[in-house]
C-alpha cells in the first residue's frame, strides 16, 4: 500500500514562502508522476501542479505559475512544492497524489491520481 505524508503547512504572511514536502512509501516513487492539488473551504478540489517521473516535465495552473514550483528527489521518495509570493486566495488544504503511471494525460484531473495524501493546511494572511 503506497503512502504519501505531506508536511510544511502553516500560517503566513501574503508575500511569503512556504515549501511543502511529501514523503511517499515504497520502493517505486521514481516510476509515477506526482501531483500536487487544493482544497479551499466550500470548493472543489482543484489542480496546482504535476510534475513526471524524472521531472522532465511540469505543469502548473494558471492560478500559480511562476511563483510555485513543484520538483522531486527520486532517491529521498520526495515532492516538493515551493510556494512564494503566496496570496491570501491561496488558503487551503494542500493534497500530494500519485499518478497513474509515468505521466499524467489529464494532468489536472483528479481521477488521474491513485494515490493521495491527508493534506496539509496553507493559511495565508492578509
Known amino acids: 500500500q503506497v503512502q504519501l505524508v505531506e508536511s510544511g503547512g502553516g500560517l503566513v504572511q501574503a508575500g511569503g514562502s512556504l515549501r511543502l514536502s511529501c514523503a511517499a512509501s515504497?520502493?517505486?516513487?521514481?516510476?509515477?508522476?506526482m501531483g500536487w492539488f487544493r482544497q479551499a473551504p466550500q470548493k472543489e478540489r482543484e489542480f496546482v501542479a504535476t510534475i513526471s517521473w524524472n521531472g522532465g516535465n511540469t505543469y502548473y495552473a494558471d492560478s500559480v505559475k511562476g511563483r510555485f514550483t513543484i520538483s522531486r528527489d527520486n532517491a529521498k521518495n520526495t515532492v516538493y512544492l515551493q510556494m512564494n509570493s503566496l496570496k491570501p486566495e491561496d488558503t487551503a488544504v494542500y493534497y500530494c497524489?500519485?499518478?497513474?503511471?509515468?505521466?499524467?494525460?489529464?494532468?489536472?484531473?483528479?481521477?488521474?491520481?491513485?494515490?493521495w495524501g491527508q493534506g496539509t493546511q496553507v493559511t495565508v494572511s492578509s
Open positions: 497524489a500519485r499518478g497513474r503511471g509515468l505521466f499524467v494525460s489529464a494532468w489536472y484531473v483528479p481521477s488521474e491520481y491513485a494515490y
Open positions: 515504497g520502493r517505486t516513487f521514481s516510476s509515477y508522476a
